[in-house]
């Protein structure tokens, strides 16, 4: 079965340091992994996807996700945070078996600080 | 890639009502789904909802509950039906197929923020 899992409910970081949302996974065969962003009373923004080629993966507003398959992670990454950052972020697979069937993660909540 | 739009943006309902919730999209889309998130949790889908047939739920929920309907490729709906304190959420409608957008990457819709009382 597909999962993905978000260790951290909640990340702390300040303003023009690097940020780091961590997901794991858990899939038979090969990962689709996704990370979105959800901003306050918004939906879901689409920020960047992995399946395959590179391991680093680059994205919207300047976000890139590291895949590692032997650490099974799909770490999302900023070089430097801004305080318009802060939201709602969620990893999510896609399902093997049935493509149209994503699996979200618990989320992680990004605060940044000026 | 495409707008969605959804109706209501949110609601504050009584128990016992239903509500049906508007999904509308800018251009032809192949898949549709509906999404809840509960306060405070992460997504689940609620089910597929296929153009011209009945929709594909997903285990736990069922049509009674939460019929759906997908007349044409952009538009669907998702009642609440016999609603409760439970139901109150967030539903989302997202979608795949979008000409010129990420394949195989789903794209969501505001959410329709809903309240029971």
């Known amino acids: 079965a597909q999962s993905v899992a978000q260790p951290e409910d909640q990340v702390n970081v300040a303003e023009g340091n690097p940020l780091t949302v961590k997901c794991t996974y858990s899939v038979s065969g090969n990962p689709y992994l996704f990370w979105y962003v959800q901003y306050p009373n918004r939906g879901l923004q689409f920020l960047l996807k992995y399946i395959t080629g590179d391991n680093l993966v680059k994205g919207s507003y300047g976000f890139e996700a590291e895949f590692n398959k032997s650490q099974t992670s799909f770490h999302l990454k900023k070089p430097s945070a801004l305080v318009s950052d802060s939201a709602l972020y969620f990893c999510?697979?896609?399902?093997?078996?049935?493509?149209?069937?994503?699996?979200f993660g618990s989320g992680t909540k990004l605060n940044v600080k000026p | 890639s495409a707008v969605i739009s959804q109706k209501p943006s949110r609601d504050i309902c009584q128990r016992g009502t239903s509500l049906t919730i508007q999904c509308q999209v800018d251009?032809?889309?192949?898949?549709m789904f509906w999404y809840r998130q509960q306060p405070g949790q992460s997504l689940t889908l609620i089910a597929t909802a296929n153009q011209g047939s009945e929709a594909t739920y997903e285990s736990g929920f069922v049509i009674d509950k939460f019929p759906i309907s997908r007349p044409n490729l952009t538009f669907s709906t998702l009642t609440v039906s016999n609603m409760s304190p439970e139901d109150s959420s967030i539903y989302l409608c997202?979608?795949?197929?979008?000409?010129?957008?990420?394949?195989?990457?789903?794209?969501f819709g505001p959410g329709t923020r809903l309240t029971v009382l």
């Open positions: 251009s032809q889309v192949t898949m």
């Open positions: 997202s979608l795949t197929g979008v000409r010129g957008a990420e394949l195989g990457t789903q794209y």
């Open positions: 999510a697979v896609r399902g093997n078996y049935n493509f149209n069937k994503f699996y």
